[in-house]
């Protein structure tokens, strides 16, 4: 009835519409929120409650000094002190802006360290408005390249004032570098280098400066699964959809680099073994993971980077994650100190904890809410397939692996010029690091008697993210003349890794 050419055109016509069938399906699946997830989220935020939110902070700024936990008479090693840190993606990337560091320098400063006593170790100085004035303009800097023992030994070994020299030492490292796309083996050196390396000179330093704790800012993204996209058509999500981030890995043999999503949680993993593994009597180690993600300073991704934005390409405004501002994460840092200094502290050392906001998860979708609301500037989203974004992601990460494939694709990958912007980031990883990820405060605020470390969070995610805001706008008053619209460009940890990573300069860090 039909002949050769029409059967050919049937048959691919048919292969279409079934490929095509199965996409929308996949689409459908990523779209979608589970059931156990819509029993965790919190409330929308409606416009009325966040521009009140909004009155109240900026009429009643929020002091939590006397929430810290007491005073230590100790002087002070802060790596990626000079504050701009985050463990976060914004549509399609995940990083770390040194929030932690500053937040910890500017908290032991509040509760009476004097400046003398604190000494920062980063690449650079901080961009930080809040790191600008007052003491934190008094404490020591010292430029410091992680990877490097020479250089680390330098830092450690500058000479303290007379009135800090004979106390005992704590460190607190939240250094990193994150490019959270790469999941390559060819681009597993650099996060290696930094995370893995730097956290073992750092280590030995420490022990050489006969400090007695060393509490290190991890990741929760290490407990995250790969999440599998490709599913079959009547499965109800992908799986490993929705996930808990605990701590139950650690309790299980270190997984190889493939088992993680991306090169950064394989490389934050072994750098917490090495941090967990070194604890002993008299050198009380240990490690805090903060939820996905980390916020709290315009120079963040979480947040920061959507502000600085009129058009938002996403396709993650569904997704329910745990968030956790910086503050909240630094004072979890002050309270394992304490804790790793109590006769106890064997029941505190040695592992990680999980810390996030004090209250149930948000959606993406809550986030560009509150910009789109609050914000003196201009904010659209633009709603993308997810499906679209992830057949994509495949052929960009295929595109950056031609110069490592056989030939003759890898001489065509050194004859293509390399990706530029901000979609050289979207690689197949991203979407199990942009899935529906819940964390729980439930071990941190154990009291210490319980083996917890008594964590309280003293910023909500709506006050910390709407006090964000609220900065970018004061931050924004003043610049331009055309009617506010001038944003400020901010160095974030994405873009200062990779000005070290074209530069060749591996035995840097982009501090977190």
């Known amino acids: 009835m039909f002949g050769g050419g029409n059967w050919v055109l049937w048959t691919l016509a048919s292969v279409a519409l079934v490929i095509l069938t199965y996409l929308v399906r996949v689409n459908q699946q990523l779209s979608g929120i589970p059931e156990e997830v819509t029993r965790l989220v919190g409330s929308p935020w409606t416009p009325d409650l966040l521009k009140k939110t909004y009155e109240r902070l900026?009429?009643?700024?929020?002091?939590?000094?006397?929430?810290?936990?007491?005073?230590?008479?100790?002087?002070y090693i802060v790596t990626g002190g000079s504050g701009e840190f985050s463990l976060f993606q914004s549509i399609n990337r995940l990083s770390r802006v040194r929030l932690v560091g500053g937040y910890i320098v500017l908290q032991l400063l509040a509760r009476g360290t004097p400046p003398a006593h604190i000494r920062i170790l980063d690449i650079r100085r901080s961009e930080r408005s809040d790191m600008h004035s007052g003491p934190a303009t008094e404490v020591d800097f010292a430029k410091t390249d992680i990877t490097s023992r020479a250089s680390v030994d330098a830092a450690f070994s500058r000479p303290w004032p007379t009135s800090a020299a004979k106390l005992p030492l704590t460190v607190f490292h939240t250094a990193a570098v994150i490019l959270a796309s790469d999941r390559s083996a060819h681009s597993y050196a650099f996060p290696e280098s930094v995370n893995v390396r730097g956290t073992a000179n750092l280590l030995a330093a420490a022990k050489a400066a006969e400090a007695s704790v060393?509490?290190?800012t991890s990741s929760a993204s290490i407990a995250i699964r790969p999440v599998g996209t490709w599913v079959a058509p009547w499965a109800r999500e992908p799986t490993d959809f929705f996930q808990i981030l605990?701590?139950?890995?650690?309790?299980?043999?270190?997984?190889?680099?493939?088992?993680?999503?991306?090169?950064?949680?394989?490389?934050?993993?072994?750098?917490?073994?090495?941090?967990?593994?070194?604890?002993?009597?008299?050198?009380?180690?240990?490690t805090i993971r903060p939820a996905n993600g980390v916020y709290g300073n315009p120079t963040d991704n979480t947040v920061g980077d959507p502000l600085s934005r009129a058009v938002m390409p996403t396709w993650v405004a569904h997704i329910v994650q745990s968030f956790v501002h910086g503050a909240n994460v630094a004072i979890a840092h002050l309270h394992h100190e304490a804790a790793l200094l109590q006769p106890s502290a064997a029941m505190h050392?040695?592992?990680?904890?999980?810390?996030?906001?004090?209250?149930?998860?948000?959606?993406?979708g809550d986030l560009y809410s509150a910009i789109k609301v609050l914000s003196q500037h201009s904010f659209t989203i633009l709603s993308l397939p997810p499906v679209l974004m992830l057949l994509i992601s495949h052929i960009i990460e295929f595109y950056s692996e031609l110069p490592f494939l056989p030939f003759p694709l890898s001489i065509l990958g050194k004859l293509l010029p390399p990706l530029q912007g901000d979609v050289r980031h979207l690689k197949p990883g991203l979407f199990s690091i942009t899935t529906h990820l819940v964390a729980s405060n439930s071990e941190v605020s154990k009291p210490v008697t319980e083996g917890g470390l008594g964590y309280q969070g003293v910023l909500t995610t709506l006050e910390?993210?709407?006090?964000?805001?609220?900065?970018?706008?004061?931050?924004?008053k003043n610049l331009g003349e055309i009617e506010g619209k001038v944003r400020k460009a901010y160095t974030t940890s994405i873009s200062l890794a990779e000005t070290i990573q074209k530069l060749g300069t591996v035995g840097h860090q982009a501090a977190a």
């Not at 299980?252 to 070194?278: H, I, M, T, W």
């Not at 050392?349 to 993406?364: K, M, Q």
């Not at 910390?464 to 931050?475: A, F, H, S, T």
Request: aromatic share 10%; net charge neutral; proline share 11%.
């Open 58 to 75: 900026e009429q009643h700024p929020i002091d939590y000094t006397n929430k810290l936990p007491p005073r230590l008479d100790r002087r």
């Open 464 to 476: 910390g993210m709407v006090l964000e805001v609220l900065e970018w706008n004061r931050e924004h």
């Open 214 to 216: 060393f509490s290190a």
């Open 349 to 364: 050392s040695g592992r990680p904890f999980v810390v996030t906001d004090p209250n149930p998860p948000i959606s993406y």
């Open 246 to 286: 605990d701590t139950q890995d650690f309790k299980l043999p270190p997984r190889k680099r493939e088992g993680y999503f991306g090169n950064y949680p394989a490389s934050k993993a072994a750098a917490e073994r090495l941090v967990c593994d070194a604890d002993k009597e008299g050198f009380r180690t240990g």
